[in-house]
DNA sequence: CGGAATGTTGTAAACGTTTTCAAATACGGT
DNA sequence: ACCGTATTTGAAAACGTTTACAACATTCCG
């Protein structure tokens, strides 16, 4: 037999469609006998309302989408568990779209977004080129956008965000070593088209400028914000005619990447060079050494970005533009030490 | 201007919302002339079809709903690569549902399927109690369901699913303890609900018992498959009157959670105690030293998985319940070592 | 008891699409 | 030019809900 529309519950309970759908809506308005009746009917059916029905119907998904660069990604993860806790708050389901770290295409993005699934969407993930064209589509079918993490271009300012302030923690970053004595500093960033790690990038220069330490050609490298990507960028490193004495890794996933090329090599962190990592993920308390990093507070921005959302589908208006900035913090562990010397 | 729909598009174009849809969805029906003017109305207006009216009306969705126990365990991560290949082989999206390490009951589980929002399901989690009522009304609306890496209650046994032998892969883990010449192992399993760490925490028993070897009282002990529930449980485990020589984690997480609680305790792996994984994620290779493992092919139990699943989505029929068992493998690197005395 | 006010229910329209069926048009062959 | 066939199009129904509106029933008050 197959499921059971309301259509049936209604024939069985001996009332109209209207009082079935009211007595799941609004209970309160129909009167108990009758609403007993078509409990029963209900039980008897296993009914439960179609969904996509009802979705279609009322013109809302009651569905968030976030798009992520990938589910694998700790701090991402860590991310989301604010974001759930409100957005379930809300009675409001989550649906994940990955761009795999921004290999899809702005289009791409575009077409799923445009597909009108989602009454609202996180952006987590930097997607570039991000036409207006897609925003101004989601705007149009009145779905607000909110950005976190990722910083976002000039062109998009009036967009919404929460993140960190990653030029200056990157900045803090890159004095931290310079302050233990680091003079050769590299730094291995994600993708170009991560606007987040151009920021930490753009950190890292600023500082190592105020300090006058020359960038030697080469010591900034693109990993791909991955383990194996950071793992090839670091070997280069280490052949470097000019070795780095500390590495500062644009997350910490590239750190640990580093990390283990370094012993693959048969050198050691700290003793031999330095890491530095950026998020805080949870394995970078478990590495040994431990691993030195720039903590964000991953949870309560997904929080914050899901909270300013929900703002914006509840007034119909887009949030104020103003974007929040989380504060990050320092912490010293084990993997970078001072250069002796 | 709100969003355009079929009517719009086919007044511009001056033709039929029919002409409009085929021109969507089966373009070679329609003229060359009445495409390119429908093409341009399209064009004009920015329209796309509304997903939700199209899953309504066509009575699928083309969304798989995958339920895992977190979005943030590197293993499952991969086990979605291989799900997600197939998936969007086939042109359907994914919608991720976490039960947050089995904490969800069967019953908010079951509410979430009985939406009727996806077209079939993979289980990645032991949903326990999991009535069979509940796969009752997935067959009842022709959503077929395969589990993947769990293995599941007798009373489910024809539902299919895809997994590795937990109990053989953790004997042969505990045996390669054992040949190390480790005679006090300990166990540190999931939560209780969890069937596929059961299996498990029975091979290592079944191991032990064949070498003839004791578990002592507080030896098998349980961490939430967290770093930090492993971390409490090798605390427990370390100031044993009978302490270990080697403990065997259910998973790698809970490994690294060991390794990190040892290292706290001043104590050094394998040196002082030895540490088993299961899984071989990602960090495991990296983690210093690094983690000796059971491999899991994590990509393709996702893909086997996915391919079954829409074979029945296909045929209409749910897959033969032959269980599918990929093969495990045993990972050697440092984190064991031979026994010294 | 009349009527107003309130409470409860049913009818029917609407949401945007796909699809069946029939009608209309184009085309090829004589 | 005409018929038969193939191609192209349109009208209308259907999917399962929610909801505006109207109708009916009940209660309350004077």
Redesign the pocket.
């Known amino acids: 037999m ?6 049936q ?2 024939a069985i309970a ?9 007595c ?3 209970p ?8 007993i009746r078509v409990q029963a009917a209900i039980l008897e059916t296993g ?4 969904t ?3 979705s ?4 809302r998904t009651n569905v968030i989408m976030v798009v992520m660069p990938s589910i694998g990604d700790p701090f991402f993860t860590d991310v989301m568990l604010g974001i759930r806790s409100v957005v379930s708050e809300h009675g409001y389901s989550i649906v994940i779209n990955e761009t795999n770290f921004n290999t899809m295409t702005a289009e791409e993005i575009g077409a799923i977004m445009v597909s009108r699934q989602a009454d609202g969407f996180i952006l987590l993930a930097s997607i570039f080129p991000f036409g207006n064209e897609v925003l101004a589509r989601a705007e149009k079918r009145s779905q607000p956008v909110v950005i976190g993490c990722e910083t976002i271009s000039a062109t998009l300012a009036d967009i919404p965000s929460v993140h960190i302030d990653n030029v200056a923690a990157a900045r803090e970053a890159t004095d931290y070593l310079i302050s233990n004595g680091h003079k050769k500093v590299a730094f291995i960033s994600g993708q170009s088209t991560s606007l987040l790690t151009k920021d930490r990038e753009f950190g890292y220069r600023a500082a190592m400028h105020k300090a006058r330490l020359p960038i030697e050609e080469g010591w900034v490298l693109e990993g791909n914000l991955s383990i194996e990507g950071a793992g090839k960028a670091c070997s280069k490193l280490l052949r470097h005619a000019e070795p780095p004495t500390a590495i500062f890794c644009a997350n910490d996933e590239m750190a640990l990447g580093c990390m283990h090329e370094i012993k693959r090599q048969g050198l050691s962190v700290p003793e031999d060079i330095s890491v530095m990592g950026f998020d805080d993920i949870r394995y970078a308390e478990v590495m040994n050494p431990a691993l030195t990093t720039i903590a964000q507070p991953a949870r309560q921005i997904g929080e914050r970005v899901a909270i300013r959302l929900f703002k914006a589908i509840e007034t119909g208006n887009q949030p104020n533009n103003q974007p929040v900035i989380l504060p990050h913090k320092l912490i010293v562990r084990e993997s970078v030490t001072m250069l002796a010397n």
């Open positions: 197959a499921q059971a529309s309301i259509k519950v209604a001996g009332v109209s469609i209207a009082t079935v759908s009211r799941i809506n609004n309160a308005q129909v009167r108990e006998q009758t609403r009914y439960s309302p179609n996509i029905a009802q279609f119907r009322r013109g």
